[in-house]
């Protein structure tokens, strides 16, 4: 009887098995979506999603207060053997892909930018937009927080390392972002391919060969645009049974039409 | 030297517009939430859980997670404070002790939310290592409210006149029966309406709970108080600040305020109504 | 029996009478734990530690200074040292992107599992003069001839106070200068006051000396109700009107300045002003104005003689009260100010408070690591700017209950 009552329990349980993803705030409406189809889909399945930031994600999973880690960078070697001194096994799983695309107000007349360019305007050496071809107009860079994902790739990948200018103003979600590019004539920041929209206008970049390339998903696919960056699911090897049936969904062709849909990149 | 009567009259005239100017202002706020936000609000709102990446869909889970607060938070504020406030004012004698007492109670009041915020997932999320969950949210916003709920429970006995106390003693009750019996049901009305006054108060704090309970998405109810959920504030700020698309997450962002206002007016409201109420009725 | 459960119940009150008491002792004692360890913390990141070629005479190296070699700024050594010799920099955080080791060296040289990469690394340092390795502790080439191994500063106090960057993600050396941060929320606190406290006093002169009872009794408790709008509801409204409204009132690159927070903190602080300061003036004992009015003084001049003087040390209180708040208020600072850690020179520029970069930061921040202690020391900082404030306004507003006697 006793036996009997602790399957019931543990069956019960595995049912109601929650899952939380935390992380990433570009894979955050992915995930947010994913969750809402999966969980119609599988009714007694409940996921959570919260944001946060990759870094957020990360130590997360580390502490073990979440079971899926989204995250828009890898995993640091640091992070990984903080794992490994828990004794568990981190397992990465790509979702989809993702480029960054530099975008400035519509109005702007600057076309493209080389990555050296990027890099001076992030970096504060350049500060006038007539300096890379432009009209005489301030440049107003704009960041994400620190604790991104999108932050950290943005400033390994263009700026090879450097520190933003000091005192960069920085907003705390890509949503907003768009919103202040918008409003703001000599702004330059950067978002996801998903966010891109009508208020905002893509730079080309070029990072070698003076070939400028336009963000899209063709280019990111076909690897000629150069900031593209993955986006991917952690979690330990010792909760696989749990995160699987919801992971399979994303990376099934369901889970992938989604991934188009909210604007990112198959991994096909 | 200007003649004294025009110099009355500038100044008036100066307030009057003065008083007028900042009503307006407070006015614009309302009308601008409730202009925006009235045309969102519908059963599907108030009711279903946010689609299609929340720009769709309603806000039933984050109205449930802030109720869930207000409740959880309440149990922890609620009968620590009243306490409090009775050993201030019934044990102690007035003196050193109480006053010293009464200033902790005014600087824990003055203490920022978001330090509370820190305390609270240093404390209970990661100390107790209860994660983000309900329970650790409410503990962080009852602390938060716990001035609050002593100080007006504390207003409320002092309203109660201490000839009512010295006729019970006169006639052998013990301190405990007198509380029991005399002070805490003469007291017990305005003590409510401390009580919704810091239900108002914690329904509407973003910053204690962005670390220790808050979800950005999580449409199905809690089943356990070691669940996160969401929360009314928490989702105005992230539907205003994040996602892909804020152009079409503004209704939602406007509906999601109107609530929240309307939520808390009614509360603060409603206090306001019952401190009038039984007010007089003690007063006389 | 009885007497027994009146002592324990008393007693359970008792403890509950220190209910506050304790929270603050065991807020004091958590805020100060999990950020005390920042300063025994070394500059360079932990788990990484700097490496140079042994006959580099350079000894300390300022975490300032190990900032601007790494971004580029200063490129020789002897720009700070008398090593005469161009900086070559190395960075080593993880096995796979180690530099150029990969070309450098082959697979098998350097070991299936990085065995022997701290050894090919000691040579690649020993060999090149001017290097100026950051290296993950893991391959630290130990006890290799020709490689120093720098010994760390900790990161100090006044550089924590006094510093002018807040970078707490900049590899190798974090910067957690909180000067500008310090200087950001003073300066949208005190602004927002100065707008609020003006008009406040106005509207409280005219809601106790001006308008009629009939429309006072609507008002007061309309602007009481209004007190208690959720910072989030005005952070919203700050977002979605004020920000454009200022970006094209002044013409400004941004709308997300320190003078729209002002702005949305002095409309958040003006019913707690008004109440309290309307409050201290209708104490005023009616003798004192009819005295004032006798004397043939008109009603302004009352005012501003008698009535204002009168209830002076409540209003500072509400005043003093009122700073505490706006320095405290996270969610209208993170949401329309800009967050940008500078120190700011005018009022419409961004800038970054403590409570919204404590609020933005915190999620991201490793728990135990240096990046979160040191937002523990900004809740400390926050916590005893806060506190003073309001011991401040208690004592105001006791001198005042003294003068009334």
Request: proline letters at 11%; charged letters at 10%; glycine letters at 12%.
């Given at each position: 009887m006793r036996k009997l009552l602790l399957v019931a329990i543990l069956t019960t349980a595995s049912i109601l098995a929650a899952q939380t993803i935390k992380g990433s705030d570009t894979v955050l409406p992915l995930s947010q979506q994913q969750a809402e189809t999966y969980m119609k889909v599988n009714k007694s399945a409940k996921v959570t999603v919260t944001g946060g930031g990759s870094g957020v994600g990360i130590s997360a999973l580390i502490e073990g207060t979440t079971d899926i880690a989204q995250s828009s960078r890898k995993i640091k070697f640091d992070e990984k053997k903080k794992l490994s001194d828990k004794g568990s096994t981190v397992v990465e799983k790509i979702i989809a892909y993702d480029a960054l695309a530099v975008v400035v107000n519509?109005?702007?007349?600057?076309n493209q930018l080389t990555r050296e360019q990027l890099d001076d305007i992030f970096t504060g050496k350049i500060t006038n937009w007539k300096e890379v071809g432009g009209a005489d107009l301030k440049i107003t860079p704009i960041a994400r927080e620190t604790s991104s994902g999108t932050y950290e790739f943005f400033k390994e990948e263009v700026l090879q390392k450097k520190d933003y200018l000091a005192g960069i103003m920085s907003v705390p979600a890509t949503g907003t972002i768009i919103e202040t590019i918008k409003k703001t004539p000599g702004a330059i920041g950067y978002v996801g391919l998903a966010y891109l929209n009508k208020n905002v206008k893509a730079l080309k970049v070029s990072f070698k060969d003076g070939q400028f390339v336009e963000p899209s998903v063709k280019t990111a696919k076909d690897e000629t645009y150069p900031i593209v960056r993955p986006l991917i699911y952690y979690y330990v090897q010792s909760s696989e049974a749990a995160v699987k049936p919801f992971i399979d969904y994303v990376l099934s062709k369901d889970g992938q039409k989604i991934v188009s849909d909210v604007g990112f990149i198959t991994i096909h | 030297m200007l003649d004294k009567n025009l110099s009355q009259k500038i100044a008036f005239w100066t307030f009057r517009f003065l008083g007028l100017f900042v009503i307006g202002i407070l006015l614009w706020i309302l009308g601008f939430v409730v202009y925006n936000g009235i045309g969102v609000i519908s059963f599907e709102f108030l009711f279903e859980a946010p689609r299609n990446g929340m720009v769709e869909g309603g806000i039933f889970p984050a109205i449930i997670g802030t109720f869930c607060l207000i409740v959880g938070s309440m149990v922890v504020a609620f009968p620590l404070g009243v306490m409090s406030a009775i050993y201030t004012n019934e044990y102690v004698r007035e003196g050193k002790i109480s006053k010293a007492i009464r200033t902790m109670t005014n600087n824990l009041g003055s203490i920022p939310s978001i330090i509370f915020g820190l305390f609270g997932m240093a404390l209970f999320v990661n100390t107790m290592s209860w994660g983000d969950s309900i329970i650790a949210g409410s503990f962080t916003l009852g602390l938060l409210t716990l001035p609050l709920v002593i100080r007006t429970t504390e207003e409320s006995l002092k309203m109660v006149p201490d000839s009512l106390r010295n006729g019970s003693y006169a006639l052998g009750a013990t301190k405990l029966q007198t509380i029991r019996r005399v002070v805490l049901p003469m007291a017990f009305p305005n003590i409510v309406t401390g009580l919704i006054l810091s239900i108002g108060r914690v329904s509407g704090e973003t910053a204690p709970i962005l670390f220790t309970v808050a979800a950005y998405f999580l449409p199905k109810l809690p089943t356990s108080i070691f669940d996160q959920v969401m929360a009314l504030p928490y989702h105005l700020y992230v539907i205003s600040t994040s996602g892909t698309n804020l152009e079409a997450a503004r209704p939602m962002a406007y509906g999601t305020a109107l609530v929240l206002i309307t939520l808390v007016l009614i509360i603060n409201f409603s206090a306001s109504l019952l401190r009038k109420h039984f007010g007089k009725k003690i007063g006389v | 029996m009885r007497w027994w459960i009146e002592k324990v119940i008393e007693k359970i009150f008792a403890i509950s009478g220190f209910a506050t008491t304790i929270v603050i002792l065991l807020m004091v004692v958590f805020l100060f734990r999990e950020g005390f360890g920042l300063f025994r913390s070394p500059v360079v990141e932990k788990g990484f530690a700097l490496c140079v070629n042994a006959s580099n005479p350079v000894e300390h190296i300022g975490s300032s200074t190990i900032k601007k070699v790494f971004n580029g700024v200063v490129k020789d050594w002897s720009e700070f040292s008398s090593f005469n010799e161009k900086i070559v920099l190395f960075r080593c955080e993880d096995p796979d992107k180690c530099g150029d080791m990969s070309k450098r060296y082959s697979e098998e040289e350097l070991g299936s599992d990085y065995e022997h990469l701290a050894e090919k690394l000691g040579e690649v340092i020993a060999e090149t003069p001017g290097i100026f390795a950051f290296v993950h502790e893991e391959f630290l080439p130990k006890n290799i001839k020709g490689v120093r191994i720098l010994e760390e500063n900790k990161i100090a106090v006044d550089d924590f106070f006094f510093g002018l960057e807040w970078i707490p993600t900049s590899t190798p050396a974090p910067q957690f200068g909180v000067l500008p941060l310090i200087l950001g929320t003073l300066l949208v606190s005190l602004v927002a006051i100065l707008i609020a406290t003006p008009l406040g006093l106005g509207v409280a002169i005219y809601l106790s000396e001006l308008s009629k009872d009939r429309l006072r009794n609507i008002l007061k408790p309309a602007i009481e109700l209004l007190a208690g709008i959720p910072s989030v509801v005005y952070g919203f409204f700050g977002l979605v009107v004020l920000v454009p409204m200022i970006q094209r009132a002044f013409n400004l690159p941004v709308g997300q300045t320190a003078l729209t927070g002002s702005i949305v903190l002095a409309i958040m602080a003006l019913p707690t002003i008004i109440t309290v300061a309307e409050d201290a003036m209708r104490s005023t004992p009616r003798p004192m104005r009819e005295a004032s009015l006798a004397l043939g003084a008109t009603h302004w001049q009352t005012i501003y003689k008698v009535i204002i003087p009168y209830a002076s040390s409540g209003i500072s209180a509400a005043v003093v009260l009122g700073i505490g708040r706006a320095i405290g208020e996270t969610m209208v600072a993170l949401m329309v100010?800009?967050?940008?850690g500078i120190i700011p020179k005018t009022l419409l520029t961004p800038v970054r408070t403590i409570p919204a970069t404590i609020a933005a930061e915190l999620g991201e921040a490793p728990v135990g690591g240096v990046h979160y202690q040191a937002l523990f020391v900004l809740g400390c900082v926050l916590f005893l700017i806060t506190l003073t404030i309001s011991i401040a306004a208690e004592l105001i507003s006791k001198r005042h209950h003294n003068k009334g006697l």
């Open positions: 519509p109005k702007n007349a600057v | - | 100010t800009g967050n940008a």
